[in-house]
């Protein structure tokens, strides 16, 4: 779980297996987005899951939203050598029109061949 | 295509010293953000703005001013600089609504030494 903590966390596996990150964020939000980061970029979006659904999937990629326990998930199926990156769970306050986005420490994804 | 540029990408001053970062978005987004991001940290929000003319205080904007100047500029001040405020700084923009413009579009970043 990457909100809430104040380091990055890393995961490390082997090409071609299953993984999931998950995120713990403490305030209301309308939406969670999931960013990858490369080495020397800035972060990009992958996926955003409103919070109005449950799942949302993109290719191989999967998010869930669990607005009762405040959690959302980001998993990756059958990983490859280029989803090595840092991966970001961010969301917005979104009150009244007030778009405060705040991002979690992130989890360091290392796909070894 | 839709775009964020930073500038200057790399920046090096002496403490003390007068820094401004510069963000131009030509996405007609109406919210701009700074964040800094420290080795092994996540992304920190210094200052956002809805609006030419608007600031909101993010998370960690002690040492910073900001100036929305237009829709498309955004600038990040530091007057005093600091060793600790050297770090990565991006810049991003977004526009609430339906759709992934909802998220943030980040720039490359600039890298600031404060020596």
């Known amino acids: 779980s990457q909100w809430g903590e104040e380091n990055l966390q890393a995961l490390s596996i082997q090409e071609g297996e299953d993984v999931t990150m998950n995120c713990s964020y403490k305030?209301?939000?309308?939406?969670v987005h999931w960013y990858r980061q490369d080495s020397g970029r800035g972060p990009a979006l992958i996926i955003l899951?409103?919070?109005?659904?449950r799942e949302k999937r993109s290719g191989r990629l999967r998010a869930t939203l669990d607005t009762s326990s405040q959690s959302s998930s980001l998993s990756i199926t059958a990983a490859q050598c280029e989803d090595t990156a840092v991966y970001f769970c961010?969301?917005?306050?979104?009150?009244?029109?007030?778009?405060?986005?705040?991002f979690g420490a992130g989890t360091k994804l290392t796909i070894k061949p | 295509e839709a775009a964020v540029t930073q500038s200057p990408r790399n920046k090096v001053t002496v403490t003390g010293g007068n820094v401004t970062l510069s963000c131009r978005q030509t996405n007609s987004h109406n919210y701009m953000y700074w964040y800094r991001q420290d080795t092994g940290h996540g992304l920190r929000l210094i200052h956002y703005s809805y609006g030419a003319g608007n600031l909101q205080i993010g998370d960690v904007p002690d040492g910073y001013k900001a100036t929305r100047t237009t829709q498309e500029d955004f600038f990040l001040l530091l007057e005093l600089a600091s060793p600790s405020q050297t770090s990565l700084y991006f810049c991003a923009s977004s526009d609430p609504g339906t759709g992934n413009n909802q998220a943030p579009l980040f720039g490359e970043g600039t890298r600031l030494s404060v020596l």
């Open positions: 899951i409103r919070s109005n659904e």
């Open positions: 305030t209301y939000t309308t939406v």
């Open positions: 961010a969301t917005d306050a979104g009150l009244g029109g007030n778009e405060k986005i705040t």
